[in-house]
């Protein structure tokens, strides 16, 4: 689920993403997004960039793309 979530946040038009954001993406609540985002931050898919704020690195946008294609 993990790795559907994240494929689900890396298409993203914003490489930013509020919690806030990530919960309406992934239809969660707030307080399950955060664990799903945080644990992701330890996973090194995701950087947070401030209080409830994270980024989908670069390199991690791109590795998302190769997960999409068939």
């Given at each position: 689920?993990?790795?559907?979530?994240?494929?689900?946040?890396?298409?993203?038009?914003?490489?930013?993403?509020?919690?806030?954001?990530?919960?309406?993406?992934?239809?969660?609540?707030?307080?399950?997004?955060?664990?799903?985002?945080?644990?992701?931050?330890?996973?090194?898919?995701?950087?947070?960039?401030?209080?409830?704020?994270?980024?989908?690195?670069?390199?991690?946008?791109?590795?998302?793309?190769t997960l999409?294609?068939?």
């Open positions: 689920m993990r790795a559907q979530d994240f494929l689900l946040l890396s298409t993203s038009t914003s490489p930013f993403l509020s919690l806030t954001d990530s919960a309406g993406l992934l239809h969660r609540e707030p307080a399950a997004a955060e664990n799903l985002l945080e644990s992701l931050v330890d996973a090194g898919l995701l950087t947070p960039t401030g209080l409830a704020h994270y980024q989908v690195p670069v390199l991690a946008q791109l590795y998302a793309t999409q294609t068939p």
